[in-house]
C-alpha cells in the first residue's frame, strides 16, 4: 500500500463513518447556527468547493463541523503530528475580508490587513487542495472588495487538504507548511499580461463594477489591472525617453502616409494590425511590478520592437495587385510564387499575437481562380488567399487536417512588402 493511500484509510479511520442529517441540522432551530452549515453542506451537493471554502472560512461553526477529529500537521521541519480538531481550530489562520482572504485578526479596524493569495486545486476526485502565502497588493481598501494586483509574496507557502467523505461533503484533514510542489515562489512578483482584451481599462472598470455581486471575477479583475498597470508602464516609458518617442512619432506618421494611399477597408485592417503589435509588445514583456528593477531592460526591448517596426512599416507598400511577393503582417511572413503552370507556391510561417505559442508553418501549392488561391484537403478543410483592396486576406474552414501546426492560424490581413536588404555574409568562427 503506498504511502497516499495509508493516509487516506488513517483519515477515514480517524473520522469514522458520519451519519448526521446535515438537512436536519437548520431545519426546527430557532437559532441560526445551522444556517452556514446547510448552505455549506449544499455547495457540497453542488460540486461548488470555492463556495464551501469561503463558508468554511467565515463560519467557526462550518469548521467545527467539517474538520477532522483529528488533522494531520505538517511542519517544514520536524515529524509530522496529528493533533486535535480543537487545538487547529484555536490557531486557525485564515478569515475574510470582503471578497478576500486575509491573517486571521487583521480584517480588524485598525489593524494593518495582510491578505493571502489562494490557489485551490482538485488534486484527485475526492480530494482539494487549497495553497496560500501572504502576500502584498498593490492597492488598498477598506471594505476588502478591491485591494489590485498581488505585488510580493511574503512567508512560508501552506496547504490545507480538504477529503470527501460518506456524508457527501469535504472536511479538512491536514494541513502542511512549505509543501515542496507549492505553486507559490515568495518574492517579488513579475507582471505578466495574459488576458485577451482590446480595452483593459474598460473591460477592468466593467468586472470592479460587479465585484460586490460577483466573488468569481477576482482573478478575472486581477488578469485585467495588470494589463492596464503594463500599458501604463510602457506608455510611460516611451513617453519619459526622447528616443523612444521621436520611434513612436515615426511609426504613427508611416501609418498615416500608407493610410493615405489606401482604401477604406485596408486601412482599418492595418489599424487592427498596429492594434495587435501594441498588445504583443505587452504580451511578451515581463516585469518586476514595484518597478524596482527591469526598467532599463524594458527601454531597450521596446527600442528593438520599435525599430524593427518601423523598418517592417518602411518597406510596406500601399498595396499590390499581384499574388507574387512577400506579405506580412505582425504575426509573421506569407512568401508566394507563381510556378511555370500558372499555380502558386506558398509558404508562410507565423506566430500568433495573441497567445504566442501557436505558431503556424505552411507550404502548398495552391491553383488560382480570379482573385483566389484555394486549396481543399480531403477531410473537406479548405483555405482561400485573395486579393482586395490591395492587400491579401486569408481564410480558413475547419482545423481538422492541422496543416497549420501548433494549434495556430494564417487567417487575417496580409500587406505587401518589399524585399528587405540581403544579409551580409556570415563569418566563419575559427
Known sequence: MTRHCRFLTGIAILLGPITVNIAQASVGQPSKDGIPVEAAAQACRAGRFDTFFRFYIQSPIVRERFTASQ?????????SEFISRSEFLSRFPLALHG??????????????????????????????????????????????????VPVELTGMPKRLNFVATDDGCWHLTDEVTGPKDSPFQPGIQFLHCSVRADDYRRELRR????????????????????????QNLIASIIRADAELTRLRHDIERRLAVLGAQQSPAARAALALDEQQFRRRLMRDKYLLMDRSAGNRDLRDDLATWQISRLEILGRTEPRRNDFAGAWHNVGG??????????????????????????????????????????LTYPRGDSIHLTLRNGILFVEQDGTGSN?????????GAYFPMRPGPDLPPQIPIP
Open 71 to 79: 488533522v494531520l500537521s505538517a511542519p517544514v521541519a520536524g515529524n
Open 99 to 148: 471578497w478576500n482572504y486575509a491573517i486571521a485578526g487583521t480584517q480588524s479596524e485598525g489593524v494593518d490587513k495582510q491578505y493571502v493569495l489562494p490557489r485551490m486545486r482538485h488534486f484527485a476526485r475526492t480530494v482539494w487542495r487549497v495553497d496560500w502565502i501572504e502576500a502584498r497588493f498593490d492597492t488598498t481598501s477598506t471594505d476588502g472588495k478591491w485591494i489590485g
Open 207 to 230: 468586472i470592479e463594477s460587479r465585484l460586490d455581486d460577483h466573488p468569481d471575477d477576482m482573478d478575472i479583475g486581477r488578469d485585467l489591472a495588470a494589463c492596464a498597470k503594463l
Open 333 to 374: 511572413e506569407i512568401d508566394v510564387r507563381r510556378l511555370e503552370d500558372g499555380s502558386y507556391r506558398v509558404d508562410a510561417s507565423l506566430v500568433d499575437p495573441e497567445f504566442l505559442a501557436w505558431g503556424c508553418d505552411f507550404d502548398e501549392t495552391m491553383p488560382r481562380s480570379g482573385n483566389t488561391l484555394s
Open 403 to 411: 496543416y497549420c501546426g501548433a494549434g495556430g492560424s494564417l487567417r
